[in-house]
């Protein structure tokens, strides 16, 4: 009798051992293949999730109010994002993603969106009107040492280089032209890296912080997404573009590299379904390899993709495996 229970316990552990081997495997498997975006399909703009081949939609943080422009902690275990909840305005919000618990970073009835985070995770950069025009600031992750970062035009869509030396920015100039500029992460030596036309933004760094994919509308060949040699200022086209018919505002806009810098996510307008944005893969290097893969199809406007790290899905800062977040994530058919 003694030595059956002994079997009994031995074979409830080793089945154990291996559907917790399992977990962590699948995890580690989905890491870097899942993106994270925001989307209004069921009403305010809620944080979802989707696998790069389209499939496993959940649902990250679906709240009464707006939750959008959301990027993720290096260490993948904070998430900071825009939300309206507390306000007619935007303010930035941070979640543990581990304990659920969320903080208010700031507090103006200005707006204050489209955050990115220092690579040691100490910082976040984010774009506030607070002075009348948009502006690039930063501040530490409790909301203290605040700081602005530009001057001059409207500046849009702060992006971080991986390497922690510059952040990224489009900014609209008096001559009314949209420029893609980087400046140092403390705000000092702006400099223009390339004119991104009238309907140029959405500027994001590789992963080796030597190029940018960006949004830009190119004479002839219509909306498209770009990329940008930092040091040699060579232009590369990724998507194919495409001829825009009268009376229709078309574009391709909020690129994200995955982080191996062998895809970029970004979103397109369809012209089977206006009003309406979609997510599409494609291929970084671009040209050749320049064939979209849609992601999303639901009739709605699903926009500021990035891409999950693997830390969220894998092991915490602590070293626990996180098993457990992914299953209380909301499964959606």
């Not at 031995?10 to 154990?16: P, R």
């Not at 940018?212 to 040699?229: H, M, N, R």
């Not at 699903?302 to 996180?322: Q, R």
């Amino acid at each position: 009798m003694e030595n059956k229970c002994v079997y009994t316990v031995l074979v409830t552990l080793m089945l154990l051992s291996s559907v917790l081997l399992t977990i962590n495997v699948v995890a580690q498997d989905i890491g870097s293949e899942y993106i994270s975006f925001s989307t209004n399909r069921n009403g305010n703009y809620d944080i979802y999730m989707i696998d790069r081949h389209g499939g496993n939609l959940q649902a990250i943080l679906d709240g009464p109010a707006d939750e959008n422009h959301a990027r993720w902690s290096p260490n993948g275990r904070y998430l900071a994002y825009a939300s309206n909840e507390n306000a007619d305005s935007y303010d930035i919000y941070v979640m543990d993603m581990r304990t659920k618990r969320r903080w208010q970073l700031t507090d103006h009835s200005a707006n204050d969106t489209t955050p990115t985070w220092s690579p040691d995770g100490t910082e976040i950069a984010f774009i506030s009107n607070r002075s009348g025009k948009y502006r690039v600031y930063k501040m530490g992750i409790t909301g203290d040492k605040l700081s602005q970062l530009t001057k001059g035009g409207d500046d849009w869509g702060p992006s971080w280089s991986p390497d922690g030396e510059w952040i990224a920015y489009n900014t609209l100039q008096p001559d009314h032209r949209v420029y893609l500029y980087i400046v140092s992460a403390d705000g000092r030596n702006p400099k223009q890296l390339a004119m991104a036309g009238e309907r140029g933004r959405s500027p994001a760094w590789s992963p080796d912080s030597k190029k940018i994919a960006f949004s830009t509308w190119e004479l002839g060949i219509g909306p498209k997404i770009a990329t940008i040699d930092v040091e040699s200022g060579n232009l590369r086209r990724v998507t194919l573009g495409g001829r825009v018919p009268a009376g229709h505002v078309f574009r391709k806009h909020s690129p994200a590299w995955s982080p191996d810098g062998k895809w970029i996510v970004y979103v397109s307008d369809n012209l089977e379904a206006e009003h309406k944005t979609f997510l599409y893969v494609v291929d970084a290097a671009g040209e050749e390899r320049a064939e979209s893969i849609q992601l999303t199809t639901h009739l709605s406007t699903n926009i500021s993709p990035a891409w999950v790290p693997e830390p969220f899905f894998s092991v915490s800062p602590g070293g626990e495996k996180m098993t457990t977040l992914w299953g209380k994530l909301k499964q959606h058919e």
